[in-house]
């Protein structure tokens, strides 16, 4: 199985701050790469796609980058709304896809 | 609008049976792949398996490969997820998600989740 290792776990920041979350994958997987924001009780949110496309209706304040096993989520301007807790997932072959473990965003 | 309606919450005794259900409307269910994401309380999301409607091709992961059963009903335009015998480690949300694009993309359009909890 591919692994996926988002660092950090959790974070702290305050509204305004520019936020950069990692995540690396334990082979390459070109730009199958998709970000996700979840809050408590509720579904996943699609954020990106192909590593650093932005999911229709997403605030231009989340950007993606990367390529190959090291990949960044990006929030320009944090928001109150987006505390909350960002997975990645690849999906380069059905190795399975996989999820990182996840880094909880927090109000400092 | 585009979406996904899961079926409620359920409470099961181990080695019962169960299906749950993800309804669709908004757009033709028989050309989007549907997979299914395990959640456990507090923990993670887990790729479970997904499956073309069209024409009922299946893949799964390892991990779930046995232990669950993928399937749809292109009439009704719903997926399910079925387990023949519970386990208590099967207490989880389990959430249906449409492929955004083909049968390699991310998911785009997610289901509310439904909650298992598996208890004697």
């Known amino acids: 199985d591919i692994q996926m290792t988002q660092s950090p776990s959790t974070l702290s920041a305050s509204v305004g701050d520019r936020v950069t979350i990692t995540c690396r994958a334990s082979?390459?997987?070109?730009?199958?790469l998709a970000w996700y924001q979840q809050k408590p009780g509720k579904a996943p949110k699609l954020l990106i796609y192909q590593a650093s496309s932005l999911q229709s209706g997403v605030p231009s304040r989340f950007s993606g980058s990367g390529s190959g096993t090291e990949f960044t989520l990006t929030i320009s301007s944090l928001q109150p709304d987006d505390f909350a807790t960002y997975y990645c997932q690849q999906y380069n072959s059905y190795s399975p896809w996989t999820f990182g473990q996840g880094t909880k965003v927090e109000i400092k | 609008e585009v979406q996904l309606v899961q079926s409620g919450a359920e409470v099961k005794k181990p080695g019962e049976s169960l299906k749950i259900s993800c309804k669709a409307s908004?757009?033709?269910?028989?050309?989007?792949?549907i997979g299914w994401v395990r959640q456990m309380p507090g923990k993670g999301l887990e790729w479970m398996g997904i499956?073309?409607?069209?024409?009922?091709?299946?893949t799964y992961s390892p991990s779930f490969q046995g232990q669950v059963t993928i399937s749809a009903d292109k009439s009704i335009s719903t997926a399910y997820l079925q387990w023949n015998s519970l386990k208590a480690s099967d207490t989880a949300t389990y959430y249906c998600a449409r492929l955004r694009r083909g049968s390699r993309d991310a998911f785009d359009i997610w289901g509310q989740g439904t909650m298992v909890t598996v208890s004697s």
């Open positions: 908004g757009y033709r269910f028989t050309t989007y792949w």
């Open positions: 499956i073309y409607p069209g024409d009922s091709d299946t």
């Open positions: 082979q390459t997987i070109t730009t199958w």
